[in-house]
């Protein structure tokens, strides 16, 4: 395997969330050297970053104050002849986030960084530095690529238990020194209050962290932040986000549970029954809270390309923004479907555009799996696929556009990755086995929940023939995480051959199935 190895990487986190407590005023503050003995901004929400490339990436910090976010970069843990940015004054306005961008770093080089927060009148005014490591995306192929991916954080009402661990699945995770961490969506439950405890089939007791803004389903914008916030609790995933950087993108639970646009909410539970409303405030506080590339522009877009060096792109793909109403889904034409027009033909074109070995398609929501919507009493359908294993109906027939213009423009190297449905699996679709048949054959990998109810396998819709190789999971719904079924995947390139290995793995890292992917392949 030639994955290359940074042995450095895990001795600066020992210190990484206590560093030392007093930092060098960096000499773009303009001030002198200074010891802050009280009243410091602090950041005990720890650090993270995100959308990281070749040559850039993303550093994102909360102070608990108003205060100039600052931080320094070093090729070494010494943090000699560190290289200093300016970055944002973090105010009420964003809760106190913010998030810096790094420009012009080294290639597939280990990144040591600090935050610093100074009081914005009195510069000399220091929190403790906060640190962290990533590593840039290598522009040579023979280093390989290594990450991860899962989703669904904090569900159905299993949040952080001390006594469980708390969430750590994510330790699991970080042992294998992945390069970024891929979530598939549902990072927060907006729509899932947590209480103190909850009763176990056997008879013990689930003990969760709670907090105000996690009392009841957020409707304000101060309500969505603390969903957040909640998360950033968790000392596991703390420790993860200073040594793994993210690519995030978001799915329902985010705002509510299996929203579109336009809806108008008839669950009791809430006051504001616009759902355009309720994600408008969810969209800011996903923003404030996640380093992603994107939603710095003025569209504020979630779906976007993440090049990684030579051997692979990341489609990350937004199923919810631009998706029509949810209904049966058996109509004869569907222009809109789930991914919205613009947003088809952006990854048509970007797919043809690639020329990265590896194309990874990073999807919310299952393409042959029937994820059904009975929120208001009705069968509709919540993902792609609404069970008649025909000819292409509804969102179907966007998916076979693309399936279809993927097989004719000979776009090599697709693979699919969700979560979604609490469980994981391995489909492989292929034309043989279809109802449409204008395709090429390609692999959709299932992997999650990260910390929530695990829940029995989906039915299969034929329209593409899946073919289920592996699955894992419960015959009882809503199974908390002490019951098992807490799943995440990897993914390995290695730079070699060009091979792809998906390793499905459980909570503690146990790998449950294993499937290698031969490079240049149309489809795959």
């Not at 916030?229 to 968790?234: A, F, I, K, V």
């Not at 809270?289 to 993440?306: A, N």
Request: charged share 25%; hydrophobic share 35%.
């Amino acid at each position: 395997m030639s994955h290359r190895p940074f042995p450095g990487r895990r001795s600066v986190l020992r210190g990484s969330l206590a560093a030392s407590a007093a930092l060098t005023l960096p000499a773009a503050v303009g001030a002198a050297p200074a010891f802050a003995l009280s009243g410091r901004p602090g950041a005990g929400w720890g650090v993270q970053t995100g959308d990281v490339t070749c040559d850039s990436g993303l550093v994102w910090v909360r102070s608990d104050r108003p205060a100039r976010m600052i931080v320094e970069t070093s090729a070494t843990e010494s943090f000699r002849n560190p290289r200093r940015w300016r970055g944002p004054l973090l105010g009420a306005d964003t809760d106190f986030t913010g998030t810096t961008a790094l420009r012009g770093l080294p290639a597939g080089e280990q990144i040591h960084y600090r935050v610093l927060l100074a009081d914005p009148d009195d510069p000399r005014r220091t929190g403790e530095p906060v640190t962290g490591t990533f590593r840039t995306a290598s522009a040579k192929r023979r280093d390989g690529v290594r990450f991860v991916w899962s989703g669904d954080l904090a569900g159905q009402g299993w949040g952080i238990n001390p006594g469980f661990g708390g969430y750590r699945i994510y330790d699991a995770m970080a042992k294998l020194d992945p390069d970024f961490f891929l979530c598939s969506g549902d990072n927060v439950y907006a729509d899932g209050p947590i209480s103190e405890t909850v009763a176990l089939p056997d008879g013990r007791t689930w003990r969760n962290i709670t907090t105000e803004e996690k009392a009841k389903v957020a409707e304000t914008l101060a309500e969505f932040r603390g969903n957040f916030r909640y998360n950033l609790l968790d000392e596991n995933l703390k420790r993860f986000n200073a040594q793994v950087p993210s690519i995030i993108q978001w799915d329902d639970h985010e705002v509510t549970n299996n929203w579109y646009p336009g809806e108008i909410l008839t669950d009791t539970r809430y006051t504001e029954k616009s759902v355009d409303v309720l994600a408008a405030r969810a969209r800011q506080a996903f923003s404030e809270y996640f380093p992603i590339s994107t939603l710095r522009r003025p569209d504020g877009r979630v779906y976007r390309v993440q090049k990684y060096g030579p051997l692979l792109d990341v489609f990350v793909l937004d199923m919810r923004t631009y998706r029509n109403a949810n209904s049966t889904d058996d109509q004869a034409t569907d222009p809109q479907g789930i991914l919205g027009r613009e947003q088809l033909e952006w990854l048509k074109r970007e797919l043809a555009r690639s020329r990265a070995v590896w194309k990874v398609i990073a999807s919310d929501m299952p393409l042959g799996l029937v994820v059904p919507d009975t929120g208001d009493g009705k069968p509709n359908i919540e993902a792609v696929a609404q069970g008649d294993p025909g000819a292409p109906l509804g969102r179907e027939l966007q998916i076979a556009e693309l399936l279809r213009y993927i097989k004719h423009r000979r776009i090599t190297g697709t693979v699919w990755l969700t979560a979604d449905v609490h469980y994981t699996s391995a489909q492989h679709y292929d034309p043989s086995r279809a109802a449409f048949k204008d395709f090429a054959p390609f692999w959709e990998f299932v992997s999650g929940p990260l910390n929530a109810g695990a829940f029995p396998a989906n039915t299969l819709d034929g329209t593409f023939g899946p073919d289920r190789v592996f699955l894992k999971a419960p015959t009882t719904a809503n199974v908390s995480p002490a019951g098992g079924y807490q799943f995440f995947g990897e993914v390995d390139i290695d730079g070699d051959s060009g091979e792809l290995t998906v390793r499905l793995r459980e909570q503690d890292g146990t790998v449950l199935f294993t499937q290698v992917l031969q490079p240049g392949r149309v489809g795959q």
